[in-house]
């Protein structure tokens, strides 16, 4: 089936912005294949959830961050990674953006929450000053276990493509791993 003509339009590109993306995803690339050799070599849930915290604080810049476990009835388990912050009812990061992240079923980076009318006036942001959150849905065997959180509270933290790509890769790996250790315990129940 022929169709008409189309109408295209070509926009020049600056060989710079090419150069710089570029530069950032194979960046990225080479983290991520640090991270999952560490990821590996795990061999318990706490190293897991520091190597996780390490990757979201230093790779994109987060000033705080960790891996968030959710129960049976999609409760928030707060207690993963032993941090002032994420204290029972004294949690200080955004609950409302880690839920949206989970009913969507992908990564919510939002850069500027000050800006975005969706979140902007939720108690959590205004309360605790959150800046910039990224939240990323953690799936074992297609059922939601928990989240990979960070956020900033100093300061914006806008997040690119490439970033969003490399929390998704780091969710997939953390992914993986938790499977590993759920079979892991299965077959020590067997044996």
């Known amino acids: 089936m022929l169709l008409g ?3 295209c339009e070509l926009r020049p590109i600056d060989y710079s912005n090419v150069v710089k993306l570029d530069s950032q995803r194979e960046w ?3 983290q991520l294949h640090r991270y999952q050799s560490q990821f590996q070599h795990c061999k318990d849930s706490s190293a897991l959830v520091h ?7 230093h790779s ?9 476990l959710i129960d049976n009835a999609n409760k928030l388990e707060l207690g993963v990674g ?19 992240s989970i009913a969507q079923g992908d ?8 800006a975005n009318d969706s979140f902007n006036a939720q108690h959590s942001v205004v309360k605790n000053g959150i800046q910039a959150a990224l939240s990323v849905p953690i799936l074992v065997q297609n059922k939601t276990v928990g989240v990979l959180y960070a956020d900033s509270t100093e300061s914006r933290r806008y997040f ?3 970033d969003i790509e490399f929390a998704r890769s780091l969710a997939n790996l953390i992914s993986l791993r938790l499977l590993f250790h759920t ?6 129940l067997i044996g």
Request: hydrophobic share 40%; with cysteine.
């Open 5 to 7: 003509p189309v109408a």
């Open 28 to 30: 990225r690339k080479s």
């Open 51 to 57: 190597i996780a915290r390490e990757c979201l604080t």
């Open 60 to 68: 994109l810049g987060c000033e705080r961050a960790s891996l968030i």
């Open 82 to 100: 032993y941090e002032p912050w994420m204290e029972g009812d004294g949690f200080t990061g955004s609950r409302t953006i880690i839920r949206s």
């Open 107 to 114: 990564v919510l980076a939002i850069g500027n929450v000050v």
């Open 160 to 162: 690119t493509q490439t």
């Open 183 to 188: 079979i892991e315990h299965k077959l020590a």
